[in-house]
């Protein structure tokens, strides 16, 4: 019967733990994974559920409210989707795929991208992305192969000017920053085109813009909603914690997140929706236990090394010391018997000419410490 349960227990998750994961799984960002299998609201970054979420025409006013509330400076009417995937400029460039690449009614266009793992050089990436929509504003890759190939006409601007561009990040790490009061609200950091001089920077160019919303940087946990203050710390709640509320936190009343929590549940996805969720949830799972392995293993390795090579340069020190402290050991050593033979000498010069002088035994023991026998040794005519 137990057994009976456990199978309909994993058919209605649609998600069964891998056997040889079961000895790393006590990790507890790793038991929050796997716990998802059975809340009622995806985990929105996801790649699946972030898609579905934000990157479809029936919930495009989740993405503006999203984007304006990241950049306020921005009021979004509508937005046209593009194909996310971005052929490369050259024969033989492997193709560029975004999470989210769209265009607003007033020319503006916003690249998205999830970033769950922390990686080096990430801002140099969004840079190296920036490219695709900037070029795609001249010429795009796939208007270039048609020219080449003559099945279209050239169309060329007769002007440069670009519309805005902004990139836009929603991370799970935080980002280095010099100055930590740069971040607004402590979540989101953006960069624009500026002169390194001047307060605030003039402008050189309004075509590029990056925006970072820095997820890990909120310090609200999961169990107390209450205590986000603005619309911004609540998206950041809602992108780190939904999968872990049972119902929409009563806080959390406005449009935006009624219709975010309900395009969020699980219920609502398909079957296929579900395997690709499911897919999500494993890969990372996967990730977060073989990092935790290899971290483990790289530490225990690091500190055998550092045992070992630490042994060995305590020898070679130890050796290196005990020569100094030996040499330096025996220098003393030596200067002191030689001043106690210098000293023995001495005397014994003092008694031989104490005794040609006629001065008693008795006395000349006293003056120069030496025994009888010796005064009488010293007396002795010496041999040759």
Request: net charge negative; glycine share 6%.
């Amino acid at each position: 019967m137990k057994k009976e349960q456990k199978d309909e227990s994993d058919l209605t998750t649609g998600y069964r733990m891998p056997e040889e994961l079961n000895g790393i799984l006590e990790d507890a960002r790793i038991k929050d994974i796997s716990r998802e299998a059975q809340s009622r609201y995806a985990n929105i970054m996801y790649d699946t559920a972030f898609k579905l979420i934000f990157g479809t025409r029936a919930n495009r006013k989740l993405l503006i409210e999203l984007l304006e509330c990241l950049i306020p400076e921005k009021k979004i009417s509508d937005v046209t989707f593009h194909d996310k995937e971005i052929p490369g400029y050259f024969i033989g460039d492997k193709k560029t795929v975004f999470d989210l690449f769209c265009t607003s009614t007033e020319g503006d266009t916003f690249v998205v991208e999830m970033q769950l793992v922390e990686q080096n050089y990430f801002t140099d990436r969004m840079l190296f992305y920036s490219t695709y929509p900037i070029r795609e504003q001249i010429v795009s890759p796939l208007e270039e192969e048609r020219i080449r190939k003559k099945k279209t006409k050239v169309h060329q601007r007769d002007t440069y000017r670009l519309d805005p561009v902004y990139m836009v990040g929603i991370l799970d790490f935080r980002l280095p920053h010099e100055q930590e009061d740069c971040l607004r609200e402590g979540l989101v950091s953006t960069y624009s085109i500026r002169s390194d001089h001047g307060e605030g920077g003039e402008q050189m160019t309004d075509a590029l813009h990056f925006v970072f919303l820095e997820l890990d940087r909120l310090t609200i946990d999961k169990d107390h909603p209450e205590l986000c203050r603005s619309l911004l710390e609540k998206i950041a709640f809602a992108f780190r914690h939904i999968s872990f509320l049972n119902d929409r936190p009563v806080e959390f009343g406005e449009e935006f997140f009624q219709h975010l929590f309900h395009a969020a549940e699980l219920a609502n996805m398909t079957s296929i929706q579900r395997r690709h969720y499911d897919r999500d949830m494993q890969a990372l799972l996967d990730y977060r236990a073989q990092m935790k392995c290899a971290t483990e293993k790289g530490l225990k390795q690091g500190i055998e090394e550092g045992l070992k090579q630490g042994i060995e340069e305590g020898l070679k020190q130890g050796l290196k010391e005990g020569r100094a402290k030996g040499r330096a050991e025996g220098r003393e050593e030596g200067r002191a018997e030689g001043r106690a033979e210098g000293r023995a000498e001495q005397n014994q010069d003092n008694a031989r000419e104490m005794m040609r002088l006629g001065i008693s035994e008795e006395i000349i023991c006293q003056v120069t410490k030496l025994s009888p026998e010796e005064l009488r040794n010293l007396s002795q005519p010496q041999k040759e």
